[in-house]
């Protein structure tokens, strides 16, 4: 999406569970489908060209971004589900990141990764373990400054009752470096009658000032599940000296790598913690994300940063992968790896895993039993269907290769974001 756009929200609030019963009036012959186009694209101009340009970041000295932790203590904390309802990931930074010209990455076996949990805020009886690691961001070209991550913990708590809250403290216990206690909620068993009460839907987040606006908002709606499709940091705006860009394609015309500030991740997921340490975040990959390195690496800080279900939904990725949220079946799909119907590709096996998610799609939508999930919603960044000028047909593509499988099964309904070109919008869907 365009650096100067805005955070594209919605919430989905469920009475979804009553269907779309009330007799659409639409006549269906009337509606021209993609196979009709290609289209002129038609473009809406803003109302207000005041929307356009003025989304400022915060700064790194804004008191919601700095690191207010010591030593190896958990920061940037974060929830989010695996396949059902009776397991969860929880995830958090320890020790500080480095940005120096000599770096001696930190070793993600010296601190543990423990989360104590239970029913009652003080009688946290169950424990976990989980994995460690570190990734880096590496620019061997002269001026450019590396990057080395803190420590990123991820710990699956399994064998949770569904729509329970739990509390838990997450760290080490032996140095000892534990978290304040947070609290978070499971979703509802699923089931034909069972619906997350609202989920909060945001694309292109960033971290402006109208990125604060609207997790305000969204917080406020009390929402039992964010899905973020796409675009989180937009790290990728600025050089690797930490001066932001307005534009992304024309400010870094000579760099051999198109340059990061890694640090942005680090302040947008501080920003984050107070929501999503407490309620359950699902992110997918948008172009933001991709993040060229050395050596041909990608999307190294979101498949690092981020746990998601992929070993749990077979997929082995974290670019696709799908999770159930009580009668609704999420499927999260790669709009930037490779989504051809007969193509393996080699930049999701690295570090990312899977590989062959045309391949997936099919034995995850084949297994759906809509007698538990009667719902199917489908997410990616970039979409298939739009008429803006920008990005228009952009990802062509992957419709023609997987636009009717998901017909085919009967997906109800399709989110995506990237296309942020209309002003902010907070939609109540009442389906
Ligand atoms: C960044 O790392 C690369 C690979 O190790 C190295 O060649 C380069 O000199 C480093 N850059 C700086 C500024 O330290
Ligand atoms: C976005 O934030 C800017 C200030 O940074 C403000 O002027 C503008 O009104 C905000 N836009 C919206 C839609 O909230
Ligand atoms: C970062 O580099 C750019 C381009 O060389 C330069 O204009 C800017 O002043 C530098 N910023 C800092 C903080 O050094
Ligand atoms: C993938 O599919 C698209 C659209 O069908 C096609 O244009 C592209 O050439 C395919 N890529 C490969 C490597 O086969």
Redesign the pocket.
């Known amino acids: 999406m365009e650096n100067w756009a805005l955070p594209i929200a919605m919430l989905l609030t469920s009475t979804i569970a009553a269907g779309f019963d009330g007799g659409s009036s639409v006549a269906e012959s009337s509606i021209p489908t993609t196979l009709d186009g290609p289209f002129t694209p038609v473009s809406v101009n803003l109302e207000d060209e005041g929307f356009r340009g003025n989304a400022v970041d915060l700064p790194e000295t804004d008191p919601r971004v700095v690191r207010r932790v010591k030593g190896f203590e958990p920061d940037q904390i974060s929830v989010s589900l695996s396949v059902s309802a009776d397991a969860v990931w929880i995830s958090w930074v320890s020790g500080d990141f480095q940005m120096a010209d000599r770096i001696q990455p930190l070793n993600p076996a010296s601190v543990a990764s423990t989360v104590r949990y239970g029913r009652l805020r003080n009688y946290l009886t169950f424990k976990a373990t989980g994995h460690s690691l570190i990734y880096n961001q590496i620019y061997p070209f002269a001026?450019m400054r590396n990057y080395s991550s803190g420590i990123i913990h991820h710990v699956l708590l399994t064998g949770l009752e569904p729509d329970t809250r739990y509390f838990y403290r997450c760290g080490d216990p032996s140095i000892p470096a534990m978290s304040t206690t947070r609290a978070f909620k499971t979703m509802p068993v699923s089931g034909p009658k069972s619906y997350p009460k609202r989920i909060a839907v945001v694309g292109d987040l960033g971290l402006t000032y109208n990125t604060t606006s609207t997790v305000n908002h969204m917080k406020e709606n009390k929402p039992d599940l964010i899905l973020l499709l796409g675009d989180v940091t937009y790290a990728n705006l600025y050089?690797t000296?930490?001066?932001g860009s307005d534009c992304y394609s024309c400010s870094f015309p000579n760099t051999p790598i198109h340059e990061t500030y890694q640090p942005r991740w680090d302040y947008w997921a501080r920003f984050m913690e107070p929501t999503i340490s407490e309620i359950p975040i699902m992110v997918v990959e948008g172009n933001h994300e991709k993040e060229e390195q050395a050596n041909g690496r990608t999307f190294e800080a979101y498949s690092s940063r981020f746990a998601f279900p992929g070993e749990e939904s077979g997929s082995h990725s974290t670019f696709y992968y799908s999770f159930k949220a009580g009668g609704i079946h999420f499927i999260m799909l790669g709009a930037y790896v490779s989504y051809n119907k007969s193509e393996f590709s080699e930049i999701a096996v690295d570090r990312q895993g899977g590989g062959d998610q045309y391949k997936w799609l099919q034995r995850d939508l084949a297994a759906v039993d809509r007698t538990v999930t009667p719902w199917l919603i489908a997410t990616w960044h970039a979409p298939w269907y739009s008429t803006y000028k920008s990005h228009y047909r952009e990802v062509e593509c992957m419709r023609v290769e997987m636009e009717e499988l998901l017909y085919s099964n009967g997906v109800d309904i399709v989110l995506t974001g990237h296309v942020s070109s209309s002003r902010l919008r907070i939609v109540e869907m009442h389906v």
């Open positions: 001026g050089l000296n930490g001066t």
